[in-house]
Nanobody
Framework: QVQLVESGGGLVQAGGSMRVSCAAS????????VGWFRQAPGKEREFVAA????????NYAELAKGRFTVSRDSAKQTVWLQMNSLAPEDSAVYYC???????????????RGQGTQVTVSS
């Protein structure tokens, strides 16, 4: 089993930045990609970004390109999502998942964290 715990959420003003973290414990995340998703009240879940075990492969949703950066430290089993130029519409619960490289971006995961709330004020 792998436990994923997100942290770093909170309140930020529009235009600001925030970094959220996903720390894994238990089994190694080797062979899993880690993805970030978000979900706002009354809205569908959205894929944000994903990163491979080595960190060499990353992919981003359109909503994230140019503003968000995903990175990981495999030795520490931690993945970060750096978010810049935040807007109120970015407000959501952000959660990380670990799953197969070929499908994690579709929301097909094996492990999932509880999420961390990000609120962007206007």
């Amino acid at each position: 089993q792998v436990q994923l715990v997100e942290s770093g959420g909170g309140l930020v003003q529009a235009g600001g930045s925030m970094r959220v973290s996903c720390a894994a414990s238990g089994r190694t995340l080797r062979s899993y990609n880690v993805g970030w998703f978000r979900q706002a009240p009354g809205k569908e879940r959205e894929f944000v970004a994903a990163i491979s075990w080595t960190g060499e492969s990353r992919n981003y949703a359109e909503l994230a390109k140019g503003r968000f950066t995903v990175s990981r430290d495999s030795a520490k089993q931690t993945v970060w999502l750096q978010m810049n130029s935040l807007a109120p519409e970015d407000s959501a619960v952000y959660y990380c998942v670990a799953g197969p490289p070929e499908s994690v971006y579709r929301g097909e995961y094996v492990f999932r964290g509880q999420g961390t709330q990000v609120t962007v004020s206007s």
